[in-house]
């Protein structure tokens, strides 16, 4: 499995604007490719959040994120998205493979 993961800081005023944003960016998602997404706050420090996503293969991925980069909406959802962030903060963005999976 193809492993994305955001980490990135939400202004604690925006949380539930950031999860409405999120609940539209999945159904758009969706039409495009098979994947599941969590995302966790830090009990350390509650601007700090995880997103992650499992896709079949990268491939996968790629050929459908060019696809869902296009979608007009998802480009709305990403500048208000990029609107809740903590100031002076930045998307770290990183690429995994599942190895392994334990339990069910």
Do not use: C
């Amino acid at each position: 499995m193809f492993v994305k993961i955001y980490q990135y800081h939400i202004q604690l005023n925006q949380i539930e604007e950031y999860l409405r944003i999120q609940d539209q960016a999945i159904k758009i998602y969706s039409q495009y490719v098979d994947f599941q997404t969590v995302y966790i706050n830090s009990k350390e420090d509650a601007t700090k959040w995880l997103e992650i996503s499992t896709y079949k293969d990268e491939n996968e991925y790629k050929k459908s994120i060019d696809l869902i980069n296009e979608d007009k909406e998802i480009q709305e959802l990403f500048n208000k998205f990029q609107s809740l962030l903590s100031p002076e903060t930045e998307i770290i963005e990183e690429d995994f493979m599942e190895r392994k999976r334990i339990g069910k």
